[in-house]
């Protein structure tokens, strides 16, 4: 009896140390994606107002970044066609990534397609929020010359039927 109360003890330990190390290695493997190594991180514009268009960031070395989203509602669980141009900036790869401003979303990063020199697109989707209204960030990483770049872009989703606060004013 006392052997196998061993024995369990061992296997039980050996079983948290296994799970410990593979929870280590999948934390190592994944910080990269969840925090990029950012060398340039810009400020959101307060002025850009997705829905109206395209938004364009200036870089202060020259260049620029333009985020397109549509369709221009922003609605959730629904699919969107997101479209980024570069000028000026040598860009290998761009990722959009949509998080929430007051509340953990998880995580919803989408990799977009080289389209040309200067035009990335591909499609993403935003996840779906109780609230009634949600601010929002669409963070464009571009991995350049430089380094990695990020220029927010930030939101407003509102459900279907609750009006948009200073729409069409």
């Given at each position: 009896m006392q052997t196998t109360d061993k024995?369990?003890?061992?296997?039980?330990?050996?079983?948290?140390?296994?799970?410990l190390l593979v929870s280590a290695v999948a934390l190592f493997k994944a910080w990269p994606?969840?925090?990029?190594d950012v060398v340039v991180k810009l400020p959101a514009d307060p002025m850009c107002d997705l829905r109206a268009g395209?938004?364009?960031t200036r870089l202060e070395g020259g260049g620029e970044v333009s985020?397109?989203?549509?369709?221009?509602?922003l609605p959730m669980?629904?699919?969107l066609k997101l479209q980024v141009m570069v000028q000026g900036l040598?860009?290998?790869?761009?990722?959009?990534?949509?998080?929430?401003?007051?509340?953990?979303?998880?995580?919803n990063r989408y990799k977009l397609e080289r389209e040309s020199?200067?035009?990335f697109s591909g499609e993403g989707m935003l996840p779906v929020c109780v609230w009634e209204a949600m601010e929002w960030e669409a963070q464009v990483?571009?991995?350049?010359?430089m380094g990695k770049i990020s220029v927010p872009y930030q939101f407003i989703t509102v459900r279907p039927g609750v009006p948009l606060l200073g729409a069409g004013s």
């Open positions: 024995t369990l003890k061992i296997l039980w330990a050996s079983l948290g140390s296994l799970l994606i969840l925090f990029p395209p938004c364009v985020l397109s989203i549509e369709p221009r509602e669980m629904k699919p040598q860009a290998n790869n761009i990722e959009v990534d949509f998080s929430g401003k007051d509340m953990h979303m998880g995580f020199a200067a035009m990483f571009i991995d350049s010359e």
